[in-house]
């Protein structure tokens, strides 16, 4: 066999070697199979304590399938380890759903990257209750915003998307029928909150909402 044929195989089986890791060549990692279907990891380490038994048992709970993947942060030949290593993270757990990634677990935004990779049966069912005001009749995603009458941001958002004729909902959080509930259920802290659809929104201005809808 030529040098040059060895070579040429032992680059195949290293692309298939770290991209069935989760380690694309040149890219960045995804929980994906190997026919790159999204999948659902959880990196944990022993004294990772409630953080990851919380994340844990919120994913049996759903009967969502998932991939535990218990790290040695120190050992730099584990694929997993350098999953960990390369996303630049420093905390346990990390999740990752398909290419999306998070660290502090959060049972309201965990289900809303479940939902929008595997469909509403990732929801409990008060979830699926709330999230259904965020899509319209024919199952294109709203931009809902969640706001108080007397919240300062609120006004400068809602004014932002009326002068740029952006079509969104208003739910006043303190007004609604369920407000404890809703607040609860999608863990609503601090106004606004805003949503497309199952994605949340990080920021509180036009351009962080464009970014969830052209990432």
């Known amino acids: 066999m030529s040098k040059w044929l060895v070579l040429a195989v032992l680059i195949a089986g290293a692309g298939w070697y770290w991209h069935t890791h989760g380690l694309p060549l040149g890219g960045t990692p995804k929980a994906v199979d190997a ?32 991939v535990e993947k218990s790290i040695d942060p120190d050992n730099r030949e584990d694929p ?10 420093k905390k346990f757990p990390l999740i990752m ?26 929801l409990h069912g008060i979830e699926q209750h709330f999230f259904k005001e965020h899509f319209n009749a024919d199952g294109s995603p709203r931009i809902v915003m969640y706001s108080t009458s007397w919240c300062g941001y609120c006004r400068r958002l809602r004014q932002e998307m009326v002068d740029n004729q952006v079509a969104f909902t208003e739910i006043d959080v303190e007004k609604h029928t369920s407000g404890p ?3 609860r259920t999608l863990e609503i802290r601090g106004v606004p909150t805003t949503y497309v659809g199952y994605k949340r929104v990080v920021g509180h201005n036009l351009a962080a909402i464009n970014k969830v809808i052209n990432p």
């Open 35 to 66: 026919q790159g279907n999204p999948q659902v990891w959880v990196f944990t380490h022993p004294s990772c304590g409630d953080p990851c038994t919380d994340a844990l048992a919120d994913l049996r709970k759903r009967g969502q399938s998932f």
């Open 80 to 89: 997993d380890s350098q999953v960990w290593r390369r996303l630049g993270n």
């Open 97 to 122: 759903v398909g290419g999306e990634r998070f660290n502090e677990f959060s049972g309201p935004l965990l289900a809303g990257v479940l939902a929008d990779h595997f469909g509403a049966d990732a």
């Open 181 to 183: 509930t809703l607040s």
